[in-house]
């Protein structure tokens, strides 16, 4: 399995700043993704990193709001913009290999408050 | 309609009895499936995951999986006070993951 690294693992931001996450995987993987888990929710899926080319975001996020870069197969940032209150969560990177039954890992997570 | 649904418990259980967790989903086509175990305050740990028809086995854990039915479980063995956790189940359509909305475990000593 990937080991991936995130940073920073916590962060208080202020209302209207925005944050970057980074992701740092061990080794070269083709999937990645971008997932927030809100306080006491499940997993939602933000977005799909693609190396060179435009995040696929999912329905209800938008790249104006997640940037989202991955300029190699090892690397990927989120930033998120304009924060809110309702943007505190964790946020986790995950990485899986292509095909069917490959398994998807996950970072340790940044949980970001926003005051 | 979610893509996969799990009870959301809390389910307790005495230690050293036999947690059952369920799951379904509803996408024929899903590949794979995965349990992840996650600790309050932490990232979601994968246990198992299982992709044909039957049970796998690994220590206390078992996953099941009819896709029949469209049903996936795990059961622990020996539950221990420290799978007290969420368990979120999952399933691999392509390259994309659906998670269920967990089902809370107390394994009370």
């Known amino acids: 399995s990937a080991v991936i690294s995130q940073k920073p693992s916590r962060d208080i931001c202020q209302r209207g700043t925005s944050l970057t996450i980074q992701c740092q995987v061990d080794?070269?993987?083709?999937?990645m993704f971008w997932y927030r888990q809100q306080p006491g929710q499940s997993l939602t899926l933000i977005a799909t990193?693609?190396?060179?080319?435009?995040?696929?975001?999912e329905s209800g996020f938008v790249i104006d709001k997640f940037p989202i870069s991955r300029p190699n197969l090892t690397f990927s940032t989120l930033t998120v913009s304009n924060m809110s209150p309702e943007d505190s969560s964790i946020y986790l990177c995950?990485?899986?290999?292509?095909?069917?039954?490959?398994?998807?890992?996950f970072g340790e997570g940044s949980r970001l408050t926003v005051l | 309609q979610k893509e996969v649904e799990q009870n959301s418990g809390p389910l307790s259980v005495p230690e050293g009895a036999i947690a059952s967790l369920n799951c379904t989903y509803s996408?024929?086509?899903?590949?794979?499936f995965f349990w992840y175990r996650q600790y309050s305050g932490k990232s979601p740990e994968l246990i198992m995951f299982?992709?044909?028809?039957g049970d796998k086995e690994d220590g206390r854990f078992t996953a099941q999986l009819n896709k029949a039915s469209q049903y996936v479980s795990l059961l622990i063995r020996d539950s221990q006070p420290s799978d007290s956790a969420t368990y979120l189940c999952?399933?691999?359509?392509?390259?994309?993951?659906?998670f269920g909305s967990g089902t809370k475990l107390n394994v009370k000593p």
């Open positions: 995950s990485v899986a290999q292509p095909g069917g039954t490959g398994e998807l890992f």
């Open positions: 080794s070269q993987v083709t999937m």
């Open positions: 990193a693609n190396q060179g080319s435009e995040a696929t975001y």
């Open positions: 996408d024929r086509g899903s590949q794979s």
């Open positions: 299982i992709y044909s028809n």
């Open positions: 999952a399933s691999r359509l392509v390259n994309k993951f659906y």
